[in-house]
């Protein structure tokens, strides 16, 4: 991050924040404890310190410490919720209601569970990408077990209007889990206050390391339980087994309060930049359009169509300096439009023209400028050079 190039791809990972790094770095050798030693100093420290991680990111989402999971990530939390409420429960019903443009660890686990004797219901979403609260409704049965809904999409930022969605569930009995992995950190998240029973989120998102996340599941009114999908240890009440990742779990939880005490202004910030690039794009490049709701949307994401400009070649005029992301990363491997764009109702053709603009806390107005002016001369050598634009020009499409 020290030398020139421009970061704006946040939603797929964010950097470790230098504040965090410090934490961690005792951890790794002056205390190599494991926190489940209970004889002697070392595993105290470890423990301590995980105690302490924990309390943080308790806090930062309003929430008991031992509503806390560790796992590896927010993939192993998603797979830990679903496949872990859907063993559990499997008495109780098959049924998980999910929406069409969650993200892949959501969407892949639900297939692998409709191999397994599930059924699964996909809610669709409007062009603004929320789901319809009448669908919800409808769509519960007997044998509905879970919801699982993301809170913020993490290729539009599209937020779903989760209060009501807990509403609906709780009305009708039934399970509530979020995948909150964009929003944790960024905005207040209070699952408890929405009903939420379950929720997924990761360090990697909020400024901490990679490879460790968690798993908030209730544990009052109603108490939650979910299969463990690892057998060894019983660690984490039973419901992760493994050695916690010390030093991963001390960066979590330094994360987690420098987000509490910063997310207020940072919002604000993030805000005015995103603002700035999305006005200047849209008023100075022809047939550009935002993607997703513009009202409920997270503060530092948008997602920006080019009619008639293919984004993967668009992103090579400037990716060696700026990285963006045609997609999230992990589905920018495959050339098919996005799956979250096309649930939207956008047609393949303008999917592809998409690029996702995410900032963070490293992100400087300089570098939004960079970025305003780096954007607009690419669309221009592509429309320069393409028959379609000329087409589209000449009012003839
Ligand atoms: C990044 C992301 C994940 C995956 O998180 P990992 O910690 O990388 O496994 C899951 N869900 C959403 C919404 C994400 O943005």
């Avoid at 059924?119 to 009448?134: F, P, Q, S």
């Avoid at 409704?137 to 699982?148: G, Y």
């Avoid at 709780?170 to 207040?188: N, R």
């Amino acid at each position: 991050m020290t030398n020139k190039r421009i970061y704006l791809d946040y939603n797929a990972t964010t950097p470790c924040d230098p504040r965090v790094i410090d934490t961690m770095l005792p951890f790794f050798y002056e205390h190599p404890g494991n926190a489940a030693s209970r004889n002697h100093p070392f595993g105290w420290e470890a423990e301590d310190a995980v105690t302490t991680a924990r309390e943080h990111i308790a806090d930062l989402i309003n929430v008991e410490t031992k509503e806390i999971i560790f796992t590896s990530g927010a993939t192993e939390s998603d797979n830990l919720a679903l496949r872990g409420v859907f063993e559990m429960y499997r008495r109780k019903g098959k049924h998980i209601i999910t929406v069409a443009t969650e993200h892949k660890a959501v969407l892949d686990t639900c297939k692998y569970l409709e191999k397994h004797g599930g059924e699964i219901t996909y809610l669709e979403v409007d062009k603004e990408g929320l789901i319809n609260l009448e669908a919800l409704k409808n769509a519960i049965r007997e044998d509905t077990i879970l919801v699982s809904i993301m809170w913020a999409n993490n290729e539009t930022g599209v937020l779903q209007p989760m209060k009501e969605i807990g509403e609906i569930c709780q009305e009708k009995g039934v399970l509530f889990f979020s995948d909150a992995t964009q929003v944790v950190g960024k905005i207040p998240v209070a699952p408890k206050d929405l009903g939420i029973h379950l929720m997924a989120f990761t360090a990697h998102k909020m400024y901490g390391p990679k490879g460790v996340g968690a798993l908030y599941v209730s544990r009052k009114s109603p108490r939650v339980k979910v299969t463990e999908q690892m057998s060894g240890g019983g660690h984490e009440n039973g419901m992760r087994s493994g050695t916690l990742n010390v030093p991963g779990i001390v960066g979590f939880g330094a994360a987690a309060a420098i987000a509490k005490s910063e997310m207020e202004a940072e919002t604000l910030r993030l805000k005015g930049l995103r603002n700035k690039l999305e006005e200047a794009l849209l008023k100075q490049v022809e047939a550009s359009s935002v993607n997703g709701s513009k009202e409920d949307r997270m503060p530092h994401v948008s997602n920006i169509s080019f009619q008639y400009v293919d984004s993967e070649g668009l992103l090579m005029t400037f990716n060696q300096n700026i990285a963006v992301s045609t997609g999230s990363a992990c589905t920018s491997a495959s050339l098919d439009p996005s799956h979250v764009l096309t649930g939207m109702g956008i047609e393949d053709g303008l999917a592809k023209s998409s690029i996702r603009f995410s900032l963070g806390r490293f992100t400087t107005e300089e570098e939004i400028e960079t970025t305003i002016k780096a954007v607009i001369t690419g669309v221009q050598q592509l429309r320069d050079l393409s028959p379609v634009w000329e087409l589209h020009k000449d009012g003839l499409i």
